[in-house]
C-alpha cells in the first residue's frame, strides 16, 4: 500500500494536533499511522502520520503547497515523502561480510524497502557475493597518505549514483568530516559496541578487558565526533568468562546485523526524528 | 500532572482524529500524550488521549456532556477518567507473598497510583506484612464443599470497598463466574506460565518436562474460561537443564512479579483497550 | 585448535568425575573444557569434555579401546568425536530463503564448521542463492499422491551423501517416520513457534488470534510426533497490538535464523545430550 | 542439603581435575555441581564444586588439612566453605527503598541464604520497614565535614556484627578505601548504568542526555576505583523517547534490584571468582 509520510518537529502548542488532522480530513486523507510526542523538557513537539497516497488529491508537490501555510503558522520543520519512491541507498564495507550480506540479503527478499544502486569497499573480498545480486561494486583502496584521493573517489560515485544515505557496514574507515556534514543524519553507521562505552577501535577487546555481562551494538548516524552521533538502536547479548574475544566477536556479529537493520529500516520508513542529538523514533 | 484519559473504540473511518483533534483544541486541551492504532483486520480504529486537566474548562461531567454528539456520530465506546481519581484495587493472596509485597513495596513508596482498600486471602500468613502497611487484611477460607459461602463473602467485601478493579496476586482459586462478569475486564490475574503454553496447574512442572528453554509470566484479564482471558503482559526468563523444578520457581517468580506490577499500571493508566479478547496497550 | 569431544551419559553414582578425570590425566589429556550435571530427578549424570587431540597418544579408536573399560564399568552410554572430522549437514529448504541464506552465510564465512554436501528443496526458487556458494542442489518436488516417491529420493540423497545431520530449514513438509527413525537425534527442525504453543501450521495466524505479547521460535530434534521432540534452543522477541501478521512473520524470521544456527553449533560441537525428550545442552 | 563448597584457581596445567577428582573419590566425596574453566589468555586455571557434607568424613578443617598438600603442589589459592554456615550480610541503605525491601523480602521468604545482623543507613527513613523484619537498624548520618567519623561508626558497627560482606543497596556514598580494602571482594555495590558507562552521578540523567536506546545496572565489587571494581552481574531494559529520566529511574529499579539479588546470590553460593579485576561467575 503506497502511502505518503508526515514528519514533523515544531516548538509545543495548542491546536497542533487539531490543525494537522483538520488539514488531513479536509482532504480525506485516511490515516494509517500516527505517532506524536511532546517532549516537556525542550517544549518541542514531534509528529508523524502515514496516509494513504490513493485517499489524497494531490501529489506531494501539491501537498505541499496545501500545507505550506499551517508550517509556516507552527514554525514546523517537517517533510513529507512517498513510500513509492524508494531511497538510494549506497553501501560501504570493508572485509567484514555479516553485515552486508544481511542486508543484500533482506533487500533481495523484498523485506528491504530501498534500491541499492552500489556497495563501495576498500577491499575487494566481497565483489562476487554483490555482483551474485546484480549490484554493481566499487573497490576503492583506502591507502595511508592517499586518503583524500580515496574519498574523493568515494564522494563521486555516492554523488553520482544520487545516494539519499549512505550505510557503514562494517565499514571500519572515518569519512571525512565534509561527507558526514553534506549527508547529515543520512550517513548510518553500525558500531560494534553498547555505545557510549567502547567507543573507537577494537570495542569486544575492551569489552574482554572490562569484563563486562552483556556486550552490544550501535546503530547512529554518523557525526563529525567518532561514535557520537544521534543512536537510532542498540541491543545487546549476554556473555560470560567462557566467551573468548573471538566468542564475543561472533556472538557480537548477530547483534550488529540485527541492529542495523532495523536502525536502517526505521530511517527508510522516515520513522527516525532527530532532535539536540538524540533521536525519537516513532515505531 | 493530573490528566483527562479520554479511550476510544469505533470502527474506522475518515475525520475521526480530526473531530476529536478539533474538539480538544476547541476547549484549549492541552495533549500529553496521544495514541492511534487502525486495525485493518476488525475495520477498527483505537484511541488514547491524555490531556492536562486544568486546561480543560470542565470537569469529566462536563466533558462527558460536551463530547457525547461526537461519540454518538463515530458509534464510539469510549471512557474518560480523571488521573486524580485514584482507583480503588483489591488485592487477594495465597500463600506466597512475592507478588502481593512487590505490589505493595511500588504502593507504599509512590510508584503505584491506586488505593489499596484491603487484601483477602484464603490464609491469615500474610496478614503482619500487610497490616504494617497500614492495609485491612481480611481472611476468608475457602474450604471444599464450602466455596459459594466463601466467595459470598469475597463478593461482599469487594463491594463494601466499592473495588474498581480485583488483582489476583497468586490467589490460586479460581473466582466464580458471576464475579468474572461483574467484574470483566476489571480482575487481573498473574498466570506463571507464558501463555498459552501450560494452562492450570503446576506451570513450572509442566515447562520441567516438556524441556523448554524458556519459562515465563503473564499477565490477562479473567475471563470465565481458566487462563484463557485476554493477555496484558508477558515475560520470560532464561532456564537451563541446571535449573531443577525449585530453581524454575525461583526465578519465574521475578518474572511474575515485574510482569504483574506493569500489567497492572498500564490498567491503572487506562492504557488497555480490550476487542475480541485480546488486547492492545498503549505504553 | 583440533580437539576430542567426549560425551558421556550414566547413573549417577560417586567416582565417576575422578575416573575419567583419572584417564584423561594418565594419558596427558590437555582439557580444555569440561562440563558435569547430575540430574537429581533422573538420578542420571552426564559429562562433556573437550581435549586438545595433540595432547593424546592416541587416535579416536585408540582411545575407544582405551576408555571402554571404563565405559563398561559405569554402564555409560558414550561417544568421542573428532572435531577435525566436520560433520556432513544436508540442508533442506522449501521457497523461504531467511533460515538457509543464514545458515549458508555462516558456513560460507567460515563460522559453521561442517561441511554441506547438498542442499535439498521441494522448489527450484532457491537454486541460484546455493549454487553461488558452489553446493549442489537438488529438486525433489513433493506432489500430493507422490509422496512416497519423493521421500524415497530424498532418502536416496541423503544416504548418498553420507549426511550426518539433516537440518529442515524451514522445509515445510513432515519427513516419513523411518527417516526421523533413521536419522534420530540427527534432523533438526525450527519450528516458528514458541513451542508447546502453537503446534502445527501458521503459528503466526494462532500467535496473532491469541494476543501473545512475545513470539518466539523453537529448534529441535524431530521426532515422530509433530513438533513434539527434543527442544535445542527457543528464544523470543516482543510484539504488540502494532505488528500485524506480516510484521510478525518478518520479525519471527529473525528469531528462527537465530535461534536455528545456534541450536546447529550446539549440535555440531557436541553440546547436545538427550534424555528422556529432553535435551542438555553444555554451552 | 548442606554441601560443602571448594573453590579453586591456579595456573593451568595436565592433571588438577584428575587430582582433585580423586582427592573427591578417596573420600567419597558425592559431587552435586562442577564447573572448569581454563582461561587460554592468562593461563589459569578455576574450578568450583559443590560436595555433599554428609558424604565426606571431615569438617572444614580436616578438609583443609587433608586437601593441603595438594593445594601446595599446583600452587592454587582456594577456599572451602560450608552451605550452613550462613555469611552475615550488613547492608547499608540511603533514602531510596526498592533495592533493600527487595533483599529484605527475599531472605524473609527464605530465598537468599545469609543472616543479616543489622542495617546501616546514613538517613532514618527506612527504620520502621526494617525493623518490621526484626532486623536492628543503625542510623549513622554522614555530615560533611565529619565524614571520617561516620564511617568510624560504621567500621566499628561491621566488625561488631562479625559482617562476612557489606551490601551497599543504593547507598550513595563513597567508603573510604580503608574499607574497601579491610573488605576486599567482600564489598558489592549496585551501580544504577551499565558500566562502564555513565560513571559517578546522576547516571540516568547521563543516560537520558545521550539518547541511549537500553538502560542497564551493574553489580560489582567495590574497589579505590569508584563503579570500576570487578562486574558480577549487568542487565539491561528498552527505553525511549517516550520516557522521561523519571520513567528511567522507575524502569531502572527494576533492573537495579534484580542485578543486586542476583549477584548478591553467586556471591552467597561461592560462584563468584575474582582475577584481574574481573569475574567468573559459576553460574
Given at each position: 500500500?503506497?502511502?505518503?509520510?508526515?514528519?514533523?518537529?515544531?516548538?509545543?502548542?495548542?491546536?497542533?494536533?487539531?490543525?494537522?488532522?483538520?488539514?488531513?480530513?479536509?482532504?480525506?486523507?485516511?490515516?494509517?499511522?500516527?505517532?506524536?510526542?511532546?517532549?516537556?523538557?525542550?517544549?518541542?513537539?514531534?509528529?508523524?502520520?502515514?496516509?494513504?497516497?490513493?485517499?489524497?488529491?494531490?501529489?506531494?508537490?501539491?501537498?505541499?503547497?496545501?500545507?505550506?501555510?499551517?508550517?509556516?503558522?507552527?514554525?514546523?520543520?517537517?517533510?513529507?515523502?512517498?513510500?513509492?519512491?524508494?531511497?538510494?541507498?549506497?553501501?560501504?564495507?570493508?572485509?567484514?561480510?555479516?553485515?552486508?550480506?544481511?542486508?543484500?540479503?533482506?533487500?533481495?527478499?523484498?523485506?528491504?524497502?530501498?534500491?541499492?544502486?552500489?556497495?563501495?569497499?576498500?577491499?575487494?573480498?566481497?565483489?562476487?557475493?554483490v555482483?551474485?545480486?546484480?549490484?554493481?561494486?566499487?573497490?576503492?583502496?583506502?591507502?595511508?597518505?592517499?586518503?583524500?584521493?580515496?574519498?574523493?573517489?568515494?564522494?563521486?560515485?555516492?554523488?553520482?549514483?544520487?545516494?539519499?544515505?549512505?550505510?557503514?557496514?562494517?565499514?571500519?574507515?572515518?569519512?571525512?568530516?565534509?561527507l558526514?556534514?553534506?549527508?547529515?543524519?543520512?550517513?548510518?553507521?553500525?558500531?560494534?559496541s553498547?555505545?557510549?562505552?567502547?567507543?573507537?577501535?577494537?570495542?569486544?577487546?575492551?569489552a574482554?578487558?572490562?569484563?563486562?555481562?552483556?556486550?552490544?551494538?550501535?546503530c547512529?548516524?554518523?557525526?563529525?565526533?567518532?561514535?557520537?552521533?544521534?543512536?537510532?538502536?542498540?541491543?545487546?547479548?549476554?556473555?560470560?568468562?567462557?566467551?573468548?574475544?573471538?566468542?564475543?566477536?561472533?556472538?557480537?556479529?548477530?547483534?550488529?546485523?540485527?541492529?542495523?537493520?532495523?536502525?536502517?529500516?526505521?530511517?527508510?520508513?522516515?520513522?527516525?526524528?532527530?532532535?539536540?542529538?538524540?533521536?525519537?523514533?516513532?515505531?
Open positions: 500500500m503506497r502511502t505518503f509520510r508526515l514528519v514533523i518537529a515544531c516548538p509545543d502548542g495548542v491546536g497542533i494536533v487539531a490543525k494537522v488532522g483538520n488539514f488531513l480530513a479536509t482532504y480525506n486523507g485516511w490515516i494509517t499511522e500516527a505517532n506524536h510526542h511532546s517532549d516537556h523538557q525542550s517544549g518541542w513537539f514531534f509528529m508523524r502520520h502515514e496516509i494513504r497516497a490513493d485517499s489524497l488529491p494531490f501529489d506531494l508537490d501539491g501537498f505541499r503547497q496545501a500545507f505550506a501555510p499551517i508550517a509556516r503558522e507552527f514554525s514546523m520543520e517537517w517533510r513529507i515523502t512517498d513510500s513509492a519512491q524508494r531511497k538510494r541507498v549506497v553501501l560501504m564495507a570493508s572485509r567484514e561480510s555479516h553485515c552486508l550480506a544481511d542486508l543484500l540479503h533482506r533487500w533481495h527478499s523484498g523485506e528491504l524497502d530501498c534500491d541499492i544502486p552500489c556497495v563501495i569497499s576498500n577491499h575487494d573480498d566481497l565483489r562476487s557475493m555482483e551474485w545480486h546484480g549490484i554493481p561494486y566499487f573497490h576503492v583502496p583506502v591507502q595511508p597518505g592517499r586518503k583524500e584521493e580515496a574519498f574523493a573517489e568515494v564522494s563521486r560515485l555516492v554523488r553520482d549514483q544520487s545516494a539519499d544515505a549512505i550505510v557503514l557496514a562494517r565499514y571500519m574507515q572515518i569519512l571525512p568530516a565534509e558526514c556534514e553534506e549527508y547529515a543524519q543520512r550517513v548510518i553507521n553500525i558500531h560494534h553498547f555505545l557510549p562505552s567502547f567507543v573507537g577501535a577494537k570495542p569486544y577487546h575492551q574482554s578487558l572490562r569484563g563486562v555481562k552483556l556486550i552490544g551494538a550501535t547512529h548516524y554518523v557525526t563529525e565526533e567518532l561514535d557520537a552521533g544521534p543512536i537510532i538502536e542498540q541491543d545487546v547479548v549476554r556473555v560470560s568468562h567462557r566467551d573468548s574475544i573471538e566468542d564475543m566477536v561472533r556472538l557480537g556479529k548477530d547483534v550488529e546485523k540485527m541492529v542495523l537493520s532495523r536502525g536502517l529500516r526505521y530511517h527508510l520508513e522516515e520513522r527516525v526524528l532527530v532532535h539536540s542529538n538524540k533521536t525519537l523514533v516513532f515505531n
